[in-house]
């Protein structure tokens, strides 16, 4: 069974940046509040699902091929996302087009978890033989949030996150794969090997739908205290199960990219999991929640700045409307 490992990243924000500053002029609340109830400083609002999708896909795309094939197939495309522009159809089939790919598309919505879902789904389908995998996750809560509610809209961001997941081994190389008369495709891979998504979990609790939703054509109506409290609960015992099924602990984990959701939880999560800040990757201070997106973008983030290193464990952990989390360990590839 051929293994998967991530061969490209790419992040999108839009340019515009609110500050607390502007939030304080026009609500009733404080640069105070809500740096020391959340963690955040300033997000970037602004742009489409779609457009940020694209520019976020195109990047992890380039990166990918970077001093390899001239190759831009993608056998599978999934966008994760909980805000689309229209809802039909898929956003991937938007982002497809402008990306000139020629695969398979579909959407997926599991909330703030949505990233780590796709991607345990585009390993299981490079296991079950294709060669390339793109998943992007791009949301734009900030235009789904009353303006006027304090408790929603100092809270969240826009922006995309983006991975392409590949399959290992030895591929033949260009000049092969032509003289072999296979074109179109991605070289095929002629050795399996272990995959780098060394364990994951997946979970949901659709009876606690009611505390975190959105009616059609409304706004994002959110209890969160007692996402709070759950989200500290899920993502502690998700990422537990993820390592016990990598069969490594926490100490073996290099980075702890989790859901920036408010820099208490992760604090309360790391320090249940033993994972101090300094191996934290922290982006909620500069992009405040981006739901789906806030993972990959961190992620991004850290491959960018050298905190991750080929062979260095990962740790990812998620969790959101639904209510869901996701967690996975990764082997930096
Ligand atoms: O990614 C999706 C998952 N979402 C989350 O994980 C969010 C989880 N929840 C949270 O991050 C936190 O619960 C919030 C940041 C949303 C709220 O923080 P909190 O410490 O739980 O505050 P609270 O809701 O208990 O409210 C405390 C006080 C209240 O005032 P009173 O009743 O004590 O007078 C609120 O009305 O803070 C007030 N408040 C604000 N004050 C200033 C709520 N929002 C604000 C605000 N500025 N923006």
């Not at 789904?121 to 992007?136: H, K, S």
């Not at 891979?189 to 949901?204: H, M, N, W, Y």
């Not at 408010?262 to 790391?270: D, S, T, Y």
Request: with cysteine.
């Amino acid at each position: 069974m051929p293994g998967a490992t991530i061969t490209g990243w790419g992040a999108a924000l839009p340019e515009t940046v609110l500050t607390n500053a502007d939030l304080e002029a026009r609500l009733d609340t404080s640069d105070a509040w809500i740096r020391e109830r959340t963690g955040i400083r300033e997000r970037r609002i602004g742009g489409t699902t779609i457009e940020l999708a694209i520019q976020a896909g195109a990047q992890a795309l380039k990166r990918a091929d970077e001093g390899r094939y001239a190759v831009p197939d993608v056998d599978m495309l999934i966008v994760s996302t909980n805000t689309p522009d229209p809802p039909i159809p898929a956003t991937a089939a938007y982002v497809q087009d402008a990306l000139g790919l020629n695969c398979g598309v579909f959407d997926l919505n599991s909330g703030c978890s949505g990233f780590v879902y796709a991607l345990v789904v585009a390993n299981g389908l490079i296991a079950t033989g294709m060669n390339r995998v793109l998943v992007i996750a791009s949301d734009t809560v900030s235009r789904i949030v009353d303006p006027e509610d304090r408790s929603t809209a100092v809270l969240f961001g826009d922006g995309a996150g983006a991975c392409v997941l590949e399959a290992k081994g030895d591929h033949l190389s260009d000049t092969l794969h032509e003289s072999a008369g296979i074109s179109g495709s991605a070289p095929p891979v002629l050795t399996s090997a272990e995959s780098d998504l060394l364990g994951f979990d997946l979970g949901s609790d659709g009876s606690a739908a009611k505390f975190l939703y959105r009616d059609h054509g409304g706004y994002v109506v959110m209890d969160g205290q007692e996402v709070f409290r759950r989200a500290v609960r899920a993502t502690i015992t998700s990422a537990r199960k993820a390592l016990d099924r990598a069969g490594v602990v926490a100490d073996d984990i290099a980075l702890f990219v989790p859901h920036q959701a408010n820099l208490r939880i992760m604090e309360a999560v790391g320090d249940r999991l033993s994972i101090p800040m300094e191996r934290t990757m922290v982006t909620i201070d500069r992009m405040g929640n981006t739901s789906s997106a806030s993972i990959p973008l961190a992620l991004a983030e850290a491959a960018d700045g050298g905190r991750i290193k080929p062979g260095d464990l990962v740790l990812m952990s998620g969790f959101g409307a639904g209510l869901t989390w996701a967690s996975a360990v990764i082997r930096w590839g």
